[in-house]
T-cell receptor
């Protein structure tokens, strides 16, 4: 059973802080994704990666960056957290397009 | 442009009643469509894919290319079906999610 693990379930950070959200998958998937989930807006793609050290912008990359130094780990970085980045963040991985496996999510609150 | 539209944000049905969650998509190529479900306090998970034409937990979804729809149906709703449902479209280059429908099954 594929597991996608997000390091924190809940996180509270102050405005201006640099925030790291970590995601690890254990099934050797090439593809990894970061989404944010907001009521009424659904899931929106922030960044994705199809290989180590490779990254592509999604629909809402502003204010975020990512790092994929190892195949199993995909980190989302908020360079300077702002209140409008308060959201639920979901990491996903896939071997084949469409068969995504999602992590449990990190609920980030920026105060 | 919104690629996947789920017109209902909230849907309530009584236990045992039929349920249909609507999904319309916009894509000129050959679509690959999915339904994902998120139960309370659980992770988002794949429910079914149109390619496999399967029935999962009593749910089915038929791709109607003429109407560009992929509605999710179940003949008799159960309380455990209460969840958030997302329709998703894979165009080959990108994956698009609808805004989700929150289904509540009333006992």
């Amino acid at each position: 059973d594929v597991k996608v693990t997000q390091s924190s379930r809940y996180l509270v950070k102050r405005t201006g802080e640099k925030v790291f959200l970590e995601c690890v998958q254990d099934m050797d998937h090439e593809n990894m994704f970061w989404y944010r989930q907001d009521p009424g807006l659904g899931l929106r793609l922030i960044y994705f990666s199809y290989d180590v050290k490779m990254k592509e912008k999604g629909d809402i990359p502003e204010g975020y960056s990512v790092s994929r130094e190892k195949k199993e780990r995909f980190s989302l970085i908020l360079e300077s957290a702002s209140t409008n980045q308060t959201s639920m963040y979901l990491c996903a991985s896939s071997l084949y397009r469409g068969r995504y496996t999602f992590g449990s999510g990190t609920r980030l609150t920026v105060v | 442009a919104q690629r996947v539209t789920q017109p209902e944000k909230l849907l309530s049905v009584f236990k045992g009643a039929p349920v249909e969650l609507k999904c319309n998509y916009s894509y000129s190529g050959s679509p690959e469509l999915f339904w994902y479900v998120q139960y309370s306090r659980q992770r988002l998970q794949l429910l079914l894919r149109h390619i496999s034409r399967e029935s999962i937990k009593g749910f089915t979804a038929d791709l109607n290319k003429g109407e560009t729809s992929f509605h999710l149906k179940k003949p008799f709703a159960q309380e455990e079906d209460s969840a958030m449902y997302y329709c998703a479209l894979n165009t080959g280059n990108q994956f698009y999610f609808g805004t989700g429908t929150s289904l509540t099954v009333i006992p």
